[in-house]
């Protein structure tokens, strides 16, 4: 039987998340290499929205092969993110309308990132689960409630239709499709040439910065968000903390959750994690020690509270990213980060 070549369509416009654009290009192109048929099984193209070439918003310069007006047939469309797509709405109306008038002829139709906002605008999505990066999940709620937006997700598949979160994601959709494509043994040969995992656990959250901290923290409490940080195995109530503060417990209870917009009890669960990720990351020391170090009583414990914050186990965490680390140089004990995590 003969082998089809499918015709990849990635789409590129002024202000592009590079990565969300080479990401994919370069995992249907690995395929093509890895595959080893003298048919190619992708033809991967960039299509322009507008003619000549296009700025990344890295400063990379990118010269589409064609334009999207004149794609041709397409098996596939990817939408990358980027601050073009998400703020310049003339620029996303060309793919909106492309969309409209050509999405039953694609076979596959995915974004990258908030190239969510043009598949959204389109209507395409409309009563379907799909996902965005979570920076920008709660102006995409906003705008488009008719789309049952999951937030913590890698990537969604619902029916034709594909989205994916933040920039490496994209990545991680098109080993997604290869796998669907060609099967999992040559989408695994991608993505170890890639040095990617080709399926990862758990979601966003796992990836992403857990704390969005206001910066008008006045300086009182900044003060003992610093002293919070230096005693994270210690005694944290919310008597201690009110009491450093001379205040009553309901007094700063109140006005923590006015600074912060959370309770103590969970914002200080949220540095705990935050500071036992990168030690994880960094240390070589027992999850039992680890846990006691950021102020659990122990590593069930704390393995609960980690999995259901970041949807992983702090093992697999670990593994993950300590694969990232230089391997020639043994990792410490229990080194703690110097960096202050917090922006008041």
Request: contains cysteine.
């Amino acid at each position: 039987m003969a082998i089809r070549t499918r015709r990849i369509g990635i789409i590129g416009y002024e202000h592009v998340q590079g990565l969300d654009l080479n990401g994919p290009l370069d995992v249907f192109t690995g395929a093509n290499m890895i595959s080893g048929r003298s048919t190619p099984p992708y033809e991967p193209v960039v299509l322009g929205v507008k003619r000549g070439a296009f700025r990344a918003e890295s400063g990379a310069v990118f010269l589409p092969h064609e334009l999207l007006e004149n794609s041709g047939a397409l098996d596939t469309l990817i939408i990358p993110g980027g601050r073009g797509m998400r703020e310049i709405a003339p620029m996303r109306a060309k793919v909106v309308q492309w969309l409209k008038q050509n999405a039953h002829r694609v076979r596959r139709i995915a974004s990258v990132c908030t190239g969510f906002y043009a598949l959204a605008e389109s209507q395409l999505l409309d009563g379907r689960r799909a996902t965005t990066h979570w920076r920008f999940a709660d102006d995409a709620v906003a705008r488009w409630p008719n789309i049952k937006l999951d937030a913590n997700a890698i990537f969604v598949k619902d029916g034709k239709l594909y989205t994916s979160a933040g920039i490496t994601a994209g990545i991680d959709l098109s080993l997604a499709m290869v796998e669907e494509d060609l099967g999992n043994e040559v989408a695994l040969a991608v993505a170890r040439d890639l040095v990617v995992y080709l399926k990862r656990s758990g979601g966003q959250l796992q990836y992403s910065e857990p704390l969005r901290h206001q910066t008008h923290a006045t300086s009182d409490f900044s003060e003992i968000v610093a002293w919070i940080l230096d005693n994270l195995d210690g005694d944290l109530s919310v008597e201690t903390l009110a009491d450093r503060m001379n205040l009553s417990t309901r007094h700063f209870n109140r006005k923590f959750k006015t600074v912060f917009g959370a309770t103590p009890a969970d914002f200080i669960e949220t540095l705990r994690l935050d500071e036992a990720r990168w030690l994880l990351a960094n240390n070589d020391v027992a999850i039992e020690e680890l846990a006691t170090s950021v102020g659990y009583s122990g590593g069930d414990v704390f393995r609960r509270a980690f999995e259901r914050r970041f949807g992983v186990v702090p093992s697999e965490y670990r593994a993950r990213f300590c694969g990232y680390r230089e391997t020639a140089a043994p990792l410490p004990r229990l080194k703690r980060r110097t960096d202050n995590i917090m922006t008041l």
